[in-house]
């Protein structure tokens, strides 16, 4: 049987990144979408683009295209875009995939998921950039790439794109716990992800608040998408599956 999978990227990102994995869940004869987010295409406003227009982009994009039973996919901020796409559409939705992903509260902005040095920098960063963040290389390399050569790492930063700040720091607003939510909900983490630190981790700390969920584990930086596309994309098919 043919399911509907829609990813949606993480910060610095576009869809075109996530097309890699896409081809490993279509070979499984499933239907991808990876649409790229308000923000994050070549012309959209890096200092007006809010968390609100993020979310409402993916809207558009899956009323647009009339799709429904979505098995829903997020990577990193993607968790912030999926988690506001599931409180107002809900209806068009199968279940939702956290892949190292925030899960935020009612209130909460991604930065109140992570550690206070990344605030700092991402602070100093838009301030000297209109409003756009970058990720240094060196952290990037180091924490978010880790089980790549500097070949891979390097070419895969060389993708990115700056993104904007205000998603980041904008407060989701949510009309009920995503705990609450009547959807299938899975979190998949990757063993070897330490873009944030293992003191402050993504599971269980984030991913238990998905209430009832699915756990799917694999060997893995924070970037499988670049170093290890079709294991990722295994993971996320057991993710995923009813």
């Not at 190292?100 to 960063?125: Q, R, S, T, W």
């Not at 089980?147 to 407060?171: E, G, M």
Request: glycine letters at 8%.
């Amino acid at each position: 049987m043919s399911d509907t999978y829609v990813l949606v990227h993480g910060a610095w990102h576009t869809g075109a990144e996530m097309e890699a994995v896409a081809d490993g869940l279509r070979a499984a004869g499933h239907t991808v979408h990876c649409p790229t987010v308000a923000g994050n295409n070549p012309g959209d406003s890096r200092a007006n683009t809010g968390l609100d227009d993020a979310i409402a982009s993916v809207v558009r994009y899956i009323e647009g295209q009339d799709l429904t039973q979505v098995r829903l996919v997020g990577h990193s901020y993607g968790g912030m875009v999926i988690s506001g796409v599931a409180d107002r559409i809900a209806a068009r939705l199968r279940r939702l995939v956290y892949i190292n992903a925030f899960v935020p509260l009612d209130g909460e902005a991604l930065n109140d998921m992570v550690p206070p040095h990344y605030v700092a920098m991402f602070d100093a960063v838009a301030a000297a950039n209109g409003n756009a963040v970058t990720l240094p290389f060196e952290i990037w390399r180091e924490a978010f790439i880790n089980d790549a050569d500097l070949a891979l790492a390097q070419s895969a930063y060389d993708q990115l794109n700056p993104h904007p700040y205000r998603t980041f720091t904008d407060k989701i607003q949510l009309k009920q716990p995503l705990a609450a939510l009547a959807l299938g909900k899975s979190y998949v983490n990757c063993l070897q992800d330490t873009a944030l630190p293992h003191s402050l981790p993504w599971h269980p700390r984030l991913s238990e608040r998905l209430g009832l969920f699915r756990l799917v584990e694999c060997p893995g930086s924070h970037e499988m998408f670049f170093s290890n596309p079709l294991r990722l994309a295994q993971a996320i098919l057991e993710a995923g599956r009813d």
